[in-house]
C-alpha cells in the first residue's frame, strides 16, 4: 500500500510539474497564425486598442487576438485592413489575451 | 515682472501658437467645406495645371526612358507598365487589372491586377493623356490623411467596365497636406505581392533612422511637380530624371563623418555599405509552380523574410546595369574610376523561357490564380503582346532562373552599422577576392594592422 501512494504521489507531482512548466513555456511563446478576419472590433478614432477574430486557416477555429500597435490600428480605423482580409499573424498570450506582435495581409499586388 | 507683462507674454505665445497651427494647416479648407470636393478640379483652383502635369510622371506613366541598362531601346519607355522579370512576371499590360476567371472549387471571381495600385480610376489607366485622364487623377489618396480605403476598390460599371473607385469625400479632402509614410506604403508596403516582400524594408523607428528621426519619405525624395528623385537602384529603372543621394548638400554632404579616415571610405564605398549592413523580403519566387491559399485562389509560392533578416551581396557599382534574360544587377569594377561597393538584396525568381529565343516570358496572373494553370497565364501574356504562335510558344516554355540585384537604400543604422572589424577581418563582410582585390592586397586589408593603434585608443577613452 505504502508502495502504490508513493507512485502515485510521484505521478502527480510529474504531473504537476509538467503542467507548471508547460504553462510557463506557452506564456512568453510567439505562436503563429494565417487566418481570414471575421469581425473587427474598435471603438472609435482615437481607439489605443482593438480585436481582431480571425477564423485559423489550419484549425478553422476562431481566435480573438488583440491589436494595440499603431500601424495597425490605423490600418482598421481608415479600412486598409477588413473584414475578409487573409492575415499572417504572429501573438503572445498575455494575462489570457492573444497580444498581436505582427498583424499582415499576407496579399500585395 | 509686472502682471501686465506676464499677460503681454502669454498673449505673443497664444498668438504665435495659432500662427504655427495655421501655417501646418492646408490653405482652402472654407472653400472645400463650402463647395464639397470634386476632384482635381478642386485642387486646381490652387494648383492649376497640376493634373495634366501629373501626367507626365513615372507615378501615372508607370515608364520611363531609361538610359543606364543593357539590351533595351534607349528611345522607348519601360517600367513596371511592360517590364518583364522574375519579381513580378506579370506587368499592366498583360496582367490589366481585371475580373479573374472564377475558382472551379469555389465559384467566385475576384479583381486582380498590377495595375491596382495606379492613381487613376482605371478607365484613365497607366499613362493615360487628356482631360478625362487629368480629371481621373486621385490626388486624395496620397495626399490625404483621411482617406476611407473602403472606396477604393475595383468594381463594375453599367457598361461592364472595370473601374477602381476613389475616395471622393470633403471629410477626406479637408485632411490634404503633405504625403505621409502611410500615404506612400499604401501602395509600396505590400508591393512585389504582399508587405515587405518587394525590396525588403519597413521604414518605422523600430527600422530606420530616419524613421527614428520623425522623417518621411518625400523628406528624401523630395518631389518637383510631382518628379520624384530616386537612386539608382539596378532593378529601379523608371524615373523622372531626377536623382537623391546620402550626400547631397541638404543631408549628409561628401564629408559626412568626423573622423576623416570614415571620410575617405566614402571615395570607394557607397554610403550604405556600413549603414545599412542587413536587408529583407522576398528571396526566391516561383512563377511556375502557384500555391492553392486558403480562399482557394493560388499565389506564386514566394519565400521571405522579415526586415532586417537577410544579409546583403556587395559588388562594385557605377550605375549601369547588366540586363539578360537570366541576371539584372550592376556592373562596374574597382578600376573604372566611378563604381564604389555598394550592397544589394539578392533575389531569385523561376519563370518561362521562350525555348526558340532564350528570352523571359510574361504571364497574365488572371488564368493561374483562379486554377494554377501557369502556361494557360503565359498564353494570354503571349497573346496580348502579339507573339507569333502564342499556343506553341506556351505549351513549349522551358522554366528557368533569373537573378536579381535590389539597390538596399533603406533600413538605414547609425547604432549597428558595421565598424572596421565587420570588413578589415578574415570572417569579414567583403569578399576581398571577388571584388577584384590581389592576395596580398587581402592579407593587408583583412589585418587589425589598420585600425589597431586608432580603435585602441577610441576604446579606452569610451571606457
Known amino acids: 500500500m505504502k508502495k502504490a501512494v508513493s507512485v502515485m504521489v510521484l505521478v502527480a507531482v510529474a504531473a504537476l510539474s509538467i503542467l507548471c512548466f508547460g504553462s510557463m513555456a506557452s506564456a512568453g511563446e510567439e505562436i503563429k497564425m494565417v487566418g481570414v478576419i471575421t469581425k473587427i472590433e474598435i471603438a472609435g478614432p482615437d481607439a489605443k486598442t482593438a480585436t481582431a477574430t480571425l477564423k485559423d486557416n489550419k484549425t478553422e477555429q476562431p481566435v480573438v487576438i488583440t491589436v494595440n500597435d499603431d500601424l495597425t490600428l490605423d490600418k482598421f480605423k481608415d479600412h486598409r485592413i477588413v473584414e475578409g482580409d487573409e492575415i499572417r499573424c504572429k501573438y503572445e498570450v498575455i494575462d489570457g489575451k492573444n497580444v498581436s506582435k505582427l498583424f499582415r495581409k499576407t496579399a500585395g499586388c | ?463
Open chain 2, 1 to 463: 515682472m509686472s502682471k501686465k507683462s506676464v499677460t503681454a507674454v502669454v498673449l505673443c505665445l497664444a498668438l504665435a501658437a495659432t500662427a504655427a497651427l495655421a501655417a501646418s494647416e492646408h490653405p482652402g479648407k472654407e472653400s472645400i467645406e463650402k463647395s464639397g470636393y470634386k476632384g482635381p478640379e478642386t485642387c486646381e483652383e490652387c494648383h492649376p495645371g497640376t493634373a495634366k502635369a501629373f501626367l507626365d510622371t513615372v507615378h501615372w506613366k508607370h515608364a520611363s526612358k531609361v538610359t543606364n541598362v543593357d539590351n533595351i531601346n534607349p528611345k522607348l519607355e519601360y517600367g513596371m507598365k511592360n517590364r518583364i522579370y522574375v519579381m513580378c512576371n506579370g506587368n499592366d499590360i498583360v496582367n490589366n487589372l481585371k475580373e479573374i476567371p472564377k475558382s472551379p472549387v469555389t465559384g467566385k471571381s475576384k479583381f486582380s491586377g498590377c495595375n491596382t495600385c495606379h492613381p487613376g480610376n482605371h478607365l484613365s489607366d497607366v499613362g493615360s493623356t487628356g482631360p478625362a485622364a487629368a480629371a481621373a487623377v486621385d490626388c486624395l489618396v496620397c495626399h490625404s490623411t483621411e482617406y476611407d480605403f473602403r472606396q477604393r476598390k475595383a468594381f463594375k460599371n453599367e457598361k461592364g467596365e472595370v473601374v477602381m473607385g476613389q475616395d471622393r469625400s470633403t471629410k477626406a479632402a479637408l485632411a490634404i497636406g503633405k504625403p505621409t509614410v502611410k500615404n506612400c506604403m499604401v501602395c509600396h508596403e505590400a508591393a512585389g505581392g504582399g508587405v515587405i516582400v518587394k525590396r525588403g524594408f519597413s521604414f518605422t523607428k523600430d527600422t530606420d533612422a530616419h524613421a527614428a528621426k520623425g522623417m518621411v519619405c518625400v523628406d528624401c525624395h523630395k518631389t518637383k511637380n510631382h518628379k520624384m528623385p530616386t537612386g539608382h537602384d539596378p532593378n529601379n529603372w523608371a524615373n523622372d530624371g531626377v536623382f537623391l543621394s546620402c550626400a547631397d548638400t541638404s543631408c549628409h554632404g561628401v564629408k559626412p563623418h568626423k573622423d576623416a579616415d570614415l571620410n575617405r571610405h566614402s571615395a570607394k564605398i557607397a554610403c550604405q555599405t556600413c549603414h545599412i549592413p542587413r536587408t529583407g523580403g522576398a528571396f526566391a519566387k516561383d512563377f511556375t509552380v502557384w500555391e492553392q491559399t486558403p480562399d482557394k485562389f493560388y499565389e506564386p509560392t514566394t519565400l521571405k523574410k522579415e526586415a532586417n533578416e537577410t544579409t546583403p551581396a556587395y559588388a562594385w557599382y557605377n550605375g549601369t546595369v547588366k540586363n539578360t534574360p537570366h541576371f539584372i544587377g550592376p556592373k562596374g569594377s574597382r578600376k573604372d574610376g566611378k563604381s564604389k561597393i555598394t550592397p544589394f538584396k539578392i533575389f531569385q525568381g523561376r519563370a518561362y523561357y521562350n525555348k526558340q529565343t532564350g528570352e523571359l516570358l510574361s504571364m497574365d496572373f488572371a488564368q493561374p490564380m483562379s486554377n494554377g494553370d501557369t502556361r494557360a497565364g503565359v498564353l494570354s501574356a503571349a497573346k496580348t503582346l502579339g507573339l507569333k504562335n502564342p499556343e506553341k510558344i506556351a505549351k513549349e516554355a522551358v522554366p528557368g532562373w533569373q537573378t536579381i540585384y535590389f539597390g538596399s537604400n533603406h533600413l538605414v543604422t547609425k547604432t549597428k552599422a558595421l565598424y572596421c572589424a565587420n570588413c578589415h577581418a578574415p570572417n569579414g563582410v567583403l569578399n576581398f577576392k571577388d571584388l577584384g582585390y590581389s592576395d596580398k592586397e587581402i592579407v593587408k586589408l583583412t589585418s587589425p594592422e589598420l585600425y589597431m593603434e586608432k580603435v585602441a585608443k577610441k576604446q579606452k577613452e569610451e571606457w
